[in-house]
């Protein structure tokens, strides 16, 4: 086939892997050819569709931001077929990626403005990336607040980093849902704990990413706070193949999460058809 | 070149026969075991066209085969560490010209729905485009059709040349075959000699009369813009669907149903990564990991069905109902589902409520 082909991967290589939880891994890959690494770009919130041959693709987002590009980071949930098979890969490994896909976050008009990341558990993937970006320009932006959970410590992503992110001068605050021996930071779900911390509306933007459950309690709780739609923006997630905006899988109505999402605020989701 | 040419009925066969030592051509004929009825097949000589009716298939496959390989893989194993493995890809795909014969107005008109998605967004189905742009038509001009048929209720009619490179008028004694593009001019020759005056006079008056046929009510579409106020009517969608058996039939011989599904297969050291039609109407479509599925019965599953084809594509591109008015799923259903029906009183029964 001649041209680019959206369907054909960039074969790519497993540099580093990371056992974040018991069912979580972290895969920082390069692609094979060295030009198009180094000619790699894509925004924060972008995702690829990652292949393990004779078994499919899944669609994963790019979780390292584009200011660092040693390597691109994904993080995988075990639960079917195609992460089951990631799971198994070592450094070394070979993979195919296609990337990048999908809109990702307009982080061009978040300058001057204060931030507020809700992530709850594999959800903090998609804001690490947007959040590794804002402290690599962290004079564009002003208070960060990053309210983070999980069902236990043992479920936490990036532990390793969380030093790194308060160096850079981010408000984080952790949660897990309930007391641990040796926790010392926040107990409660976020939906609480973001009562408790009643960040101000003013100026300012939620990023909201996580399970279902989660995300509709947030909702709840930045309405209370005086968030309105259009301030508040989340990742949508649906099964997806193509990727691209063709095989018709991933659809809300006339739009199509891989295409015109998967980023999208709530004054979006609110002209489209309610079939979360 | 006159670029007309005339078939006498039993000479169908020679000409089809000529036609296909130069190029791969379709036409509907009953399929071997019987079990579609008519499907569109490659001809062979001695292959009895069925050109009285409407095919139970539509040519759809002809450009959009039912599973297309998108990438053959190769596992390389390292000679040192058999652990070791490296993947080689290849993605070459052969497209050889072919020539449908016997197509129908709607049959082609289905493709423009494809069109839109395959080849006109940001990213280019290399695969469609390529089969599509070395595919010829040479349509049948048709008749009054029958009581599922309703081509002018979406804008076509039986007389609707849009997208065939050739006209094909059945008239007394044969068809009278007529180019509409350059590259359908190149066949007309090998087809027959050209038409006598009587022959064409005879062919315009069947196209003439073809193109008076009013087939389905034309105001149907009106009541499209009504679905976003009745998508959470679950009244309304469930009195629709409440026969419905989820068998996805419908989907499978429209001619403008495109999803389609990517699985991987692999045997030795090889494998392939397929495509192959899906169908919105199976639940497995869209469920997710945790167990939810946003459209987790058949009636959000039939909704966007009907969405999809009146209310999302024509949003999405510019007007365009992603509908050719066949008929077939009406024809198909086993329970007799009328997506006329359906549209029609999507505004009927809101101005009853209002
Ligand atoms: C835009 C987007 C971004 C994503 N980012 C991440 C990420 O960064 N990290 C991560 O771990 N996961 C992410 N996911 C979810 C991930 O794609 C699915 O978990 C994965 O495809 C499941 O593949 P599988 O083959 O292992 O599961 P399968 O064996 O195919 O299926 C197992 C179960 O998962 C369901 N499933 C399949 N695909 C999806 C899907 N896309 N979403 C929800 N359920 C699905 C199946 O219906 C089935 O119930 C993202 C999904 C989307 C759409
Ligand atoms: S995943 Fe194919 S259209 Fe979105």
Known sequence: MHAHNPYLPELATIQEVIQETHNIRTLRVTLDDAEKMRDFTFRPGQVGQLSVFGVGESTFVINSPPTRKDYLQFSVMRVGEVTQRIHQLNAGDQIGVRAPLGNGFRYEDMKGKDILFIGGGIGMAPLRTLLLYMIDNRSDYGDITVIYGARSPKDLCYLYEFEEWRAGNINLVLTVDAEFPGWNERVGFVPTVLKEEAPSPKNRLALVCGPPIMIKFVLFGLKELDFEDHQILSTLEKRMKCGIGICGRCNMGSKYVCLDGPVFSYSELREMVPEM | ?354
Request: glycine residues 8%; charged residues 25%.
């Open chain 2, 1 to 354: 070149m006159s670029g007309k040419a005339f078939i006498p009925r039993d000479s169908l066969g020679a000409a089809l026969d000529r036609l296909s030592k130069k190029i791969e051509v379709w036409v509907p004929a009953m399929s071997e075991e019987g079990r579609w009825g008519v499907e569109f097949l490659p001809y062979r000589p001695g292959m009895r066209p069925v050109l009285d009716r409407q095919s139970t298939l539509s040519p759809k496959r002809v450009v959009f085969p039912q599973m297309e390989t998108l990438l053959r893989f190769e596992y390389i194993k390292d000679p040192d560490d058999p652990a070791k493995v490296k993947f080689r890809l290849d993605d070459g795909q052969e497209v050889k010209p072919q020539f449908v014969f016997g197509a129908r107005p709607c049959d082609v008109r289905g493709f423009f729905t494809f069109d839109r998605v395959f080849t006109e967004g940001p990213f280019v189905d290399g695969y469609y485009r390529n089969r599509r742009a070395s595919t010829l038509f040479a349509t049948l001009v048709c008749g009054e059709g029958d009581a599922a048929c309703f081509c002018s209720s979406v804008g076509s009619g039986p007389a609707d040349q849009a997208g065939s490179d050739l006209w094909v008028t059945p008239v007394d004694g044969g068809y009278v075959v007529e180019a509409l593009s350059e590259r359908g001019r190149e066949y007309v020759a090998l087809l027959g000699d050209a038409p006598s005056e009587l022959q064409e006079a005879a062919a315009r008056k069947v196209q003439e009369e073809a193109a008076q046929q009013q087939v389905g009510d034309p105001d149907l579409v009106k009541s499209a813009p009504s679905f976003r106020g009745r998508f959470e009517d679950l009244d309304y969608w469930r009195s629709m669907v409440s026969q419905c058996l989820g068998c996805g039939v419908c989907t499978y011989v429209c001619p403008t149903c495109y999803c389609f599904t990517i699985t991987d297969e692999g045997k030795d050291l090889k494998g392939e990564r397929l495509r192959s039609w899906d169908s919105c109407m199976f639940a497995q479509y869209t469920s997710e990991a945790s167990g939810h599925n946003p459209r987790p019965t058949k009636l959000e599953r039939y909704r966007n069905r009907v969405g999809h084809k009146f209310s999302y594509f024509p949003e999405k591109y510019d007007g365009m109902i992603a509908c050719c008015g066949c008929g077939r799923c009406i024809r198909s259903c086993p329970v007799s589902i009328d997506i006329r029906k359906v549209v029609q009183e999507l505004k009927e029964k809101a101005n009853a409520c209002a």
